[in-house]
């Protein structure tokens, strides 16, 4: 079956480097890869270099993961937070990655008001450079149980009502089904998010019922309880075109011989794809 709109992040098959994995994912078929930024930096000559050996393997580099955390408690670590995503959007363009995935942060001692407040004027300082690197930046909005300290921005109402606010072309959403699959308005904000054309990326795996652990278990597609073919219908209909991305966290997985769980994710890709 096609493959060409699969795309893994280097994180999915953490044990292997870019040097391994990039020709493994080429071998398969898969269309894309969406580089974590260990992986792009453990790369031996360097992240410009990664960016070249990646399509010299006919690999399309999707999104660079991640930038982000954007909140403190002190105006002068938010504004250091605002110099790190800009050396990260550098990376990125040296990388030739269009797009940055963002994990927005959270801050305790603060209300999350406050902190969507600063990821706003966080994003707002730092869209126009995003645009002059010609990198752009997706919010991902996480699940409700990581609003402590990684992100305040837990579901797509929260993060359209950022987007919009900041009214930017180069801004816009990541919708990962592991993060959003519980809320009864994703359907709606989805289709927001593409009519206003921000949504800029999608990525796959599963919650699985009673994760031995909340953020390294997540499943395969179809071990779990998402509804992804559904909620792939929806993202589908609201005009997005681009990547499903595997990303997955797992140390059941991780443990596992890398090139057998390959083989697990584009079975799980095949089975969701309805074909066999
Ligand atoms: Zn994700």
Known sequence: ???SKLCIHTITTKPWNLETAIPKYAAVGIGGV?????????FSGGIESAGEFIRSEGLDIVSYVRGGFFTALEAAARQKAIDEN???????????????????????GQSLFESRKQIADALAALVPYAQSAGVRLGIEPLHPMYADSRSAVVTMAQTNA????????????????????????????????GKADRLFSYHICDWKNQPEDMLNDRGLMGEGVIDIERIGSWVEQSGFSGYEEVEIFSNRYWAMDQDEYLALIVDSYRKLKGHR
């Open 1 to 3: 079956m096609d493959l």
């Open 34 to 42: 969406s580089v974590w930024r260990d992986a792009a930096q453990g």
């Open 86 to 108: 800009k050396r990260i959007i550098d990376e990125a363009a040296a990388l030739g990655a269009p797009l940055i995935v963002l994990v927005c942060g959270a801050t305790p």
């Open 162 to 193: 950022i987007c919009e606010a900041v009214d930017h072309p180069y801004l816009g959403a990541t919708v990962d089904v592991f993060h959003v699959w519980w809320d009864d308005q994703l359907e709606q904000q989805i289709a927001a998010a």
